[in-house]
């Protein structure tokens, strides 16, 4: 077993990398090579602008190469909630923003002609208590009501011609989405950006970052330093640099992923008929797909903590045993990958985007980022073009975490109500 992510040790090279120190002068600098800050490079390299992509490690190697691999409409929480919590307005205008999210992704594979295996097959949230079909039967009445009718709920009596398990009671199908290889998208993405003209460095953590006398900046990292007239922080949860204020407002969640052998068509095909996009409704909750070459890929929380080896192995295990318990067919397929991620998750479980002292960043996506980065990226590009309006997250305040000064104590108190809960929900 690997501890390390299937994305990114079945992704193909990276050839568009430079070797030589970070110098000179450039338009825009980008703090992280994630899909925030690809997707950025790529639109303001089309638009004529000189960029420069600095990452602590390696291109993609972040959240973006290390999470389950959806491309899915929807926020993060329950829609019928949010409504209640902002308005119908700001909540449908949350909602459209992950929508038009999709579509960006789709256009950019289709566009730059990226391989990434992508499926248009959408999501599956599967109910894992009776009276958890009966909530999201009432949050599809709201959703098809106010912002989007392709849904669909599945019933208890037709749930097992999506998913061959007795762990679930019913599913609430949303059709706009799919799902994709993570390493190959990072790649293509990386390689568009750079055909634009976008300098991408890797392993160039960044130190320091000094407003100068001409209006711009001067960066500072590990391989030397450059100068730019903008700067735009897409550095999601990392721990590395300067940049405090926004980790006071970010916790640093661990989601861990196993990766089983692949699989014979004969056994997934009857368990995972329509190869979905799926995520159950716990709390502590689980997400699966199928991978291009049929293997079975299962994540979830496992344990509040954050993802270093040791704790990876340990939540690979939790894992293991949850698959078993929910598909007993596989409960003898080897285990081939495992590893953990950060999820940069804020209070409110949105995203947050724009300006802090004249920088600007993106970040925050709490779990549902593939797409919503990749489509910040070019948002931040015409908002860097001063067109603040296309900035979905503008209007959205951005407060510290009480007590929260960088390192995510709470988290071992979070996990532990969210268990009790699970029980009791």
Excluded at 263 to 280: K, V
């Amino acid at each position: 077993m690997k501890l390390d992510s299937y994305w990114l040790d079945t992704a193909p090279p990276l050839r568009s990398a430079s070797d030589g120190p970070v110098d000179g002068h450039v338009d825009v600098a980008v703090v992280g090579a994630g899909f925030t800050g690809l997707s950025a490079a790529l639109a303001l390299g089309k638009r004529g602008a000189l960029v420069a992509v600095l990452d602590a490690g390696r291109i993609g190697g972040g959240a973006s190469g290390r999470n389950g691999g959806q491309v899915n409409t929807g926020v993060a929480q329950d829609f019928a909630a949010l409504v209640q919590q902002l308005g119908v307005e700001k909540a449908r205008g949350c909602y459209r923003a992950y929508a038009a999210a999709v579509d960006t992704v789709e256009r950019l594979i289709r566009e730059e002609q990226i391989e990434c295996d992508y499926l248009a097959s959408g999501k599956l949230k599967l109910a894992s208590k009776p009276h958890h079909l009966a909530h999201l039967e009432k949050t599809a009445e709201v959703i098809r009501r106010e912002v989007d009718a392709d849904i669909e709920i599945i019933g208890r009596d037709r749930i097992r011609t999506e998913v061959q398990s007795d762990s679930f009671f019913g599913g609430l199908l949303q059709r706009h989405g799919g799902q994709m290889h993570m390493g190959k998208f990072a790649v293509g993405l990386a390689d568009a950006a750079a055909r634009h003209g976008a300098k991408l460095y890797e392993n160039a953590p960044v130190t320091s970052i000094e407003k100068i006398a001409d209006g711009g900046y001067r960066i500072v990292c590990a391989r030397g330093e450059v100068r730019a007239k903008q700067v735009l922080v897409a550095t999601g949860p990392s721990r590395q640099g300067p940049f405090g204020w926004y980790r006071r407002r970010l916790a640093p969640v661990g989601s861990f992923i196993v990766v089983t052998e692949p699989l014979p068509a004969d056994l997934i095909n009857p368990l995972f008929p329509n190869r979905r996009a799926y995520t159950t409704s716990r709390l502590m909750h689980n997400y699966f797909r199928i991978t291009p070459d049929s293997r079975l890929l299962y994540g979830g929380r496992a344990r509040f903590t954050a993802s270093e080896q040791p704790s990876d192995a340990k939540s690979g295990r939790i894992l293991q045993d949850g698959l078993a318990e929910m598909f007993p067919a596989l409960a003898q397929a080897r285990i081939d990958y495992c590893w953990g991620s950060l999820v940069d998750i804020t209070a409110d479980r949105l995203p947050r985007a724009g300006q802090h002292e004249g920088i600007y960043f993106s970040m925050g996506y709490s779990g549902h980022g593939t797409q919503m980065s990749t489509h910040m990226g070019q948002v931040m590009a015409d908002v860097m073009d001063g067109r603040t309006a296309a900035n979905p997250w503008r209007e959205f305040e951005w407060p510290a975490i009480p007590g929260h000064t960088g390192k995510p104590w709470f988290l071992p108190l979070v996990g532990t109500y969210y268990r009790i809960k699970d029980v009791f929900y």
